[in-house]
């Protein structure tokens, strides 16, 4: 959506047009997805659809923030 | 029993160079298997405690042994899981990667559920009506007000019950999508893609109302 500030309910209401992948093959494909962001690989374009789902889904969304969280505790432990 | 480390040191699961192919251990038998188990199950739990102590504020009137309960049930439902879903793995990120996000899972959804055992979730699909609170304040213009009534004629009449009942239930009473499942008998799964197809026909009906750019 562009040429609006919409309030933070109403985008999470509408959600976006991006095509996106669903919770299941978002936990399929989180791992991989996770250690390509911490390489700095370019995760969205080799996992279409996750980060778009991450946005709708906020339960994914902790699951992914943990996963990363945890493999950069233990990067640098 | 001593009271378990609130901040737990999880530095003793760090990966170590050499040492992934353990895991080809959990297909073999006897005590070779059963160290693999060991093994995993305490990665396992170090993942769950880092999650569960991560989200303790969502539930804090668990003492921190109750806490740590909490991810020893995460890191068992894990272990079980990855055990039967071994097949599933084809190598596309380290091992302890894969299997952490097991343990993850259990332990957010324990947490959730543990956070919401006593609220009521109202499921009322009248509640859209509170929109209006999150709506346009009064120095918003026209145009604004007008997108507002869109969402919500949207909400009342492109929806089905159910689709209605889910995005309310999930956006505006902010009900985790797992806890919803339980009291809905169903998954996160399935209400995720009533979630995504009420705000398809949501934005559908936006942009058919004047607001072409929520379908953009």
Redesign the interface.
Known sequence: ????DL?P??K????S?EP?I???EC??Q???Y??LELRGAPADELVPGLRAHLV????CA??HE??R???E??SV? | MAAPDTNPDVSAVAPVRGIEEWHLDLRAEGVRRDEAVAHLHGLLLRAARFEVFRRRSSSPELSAIELDELAQDAADDAALSVLRRLDDYRGESSFRTWAYKFALLEASVKVRRQAWRDREVTLEPERWENLAHAGPGPNDDTENAELLEAVRDGIRTALTPRQRQVLVAVVLEGVPIDVLGERLDSNRNALYKLLHDARRRLRVHVAAAGFPEVNE
């Open positions: 959506m562009t040429g609006r309030d309910t109403l999470r209401l509408l959600g047009n996106e669903d919770c299941d936990f399929a989180l791992d991989r996770v250690e709708g889904c906020p339960a902790e699951e943990s996963l969280a945890l493999l505790l233990e432990s």
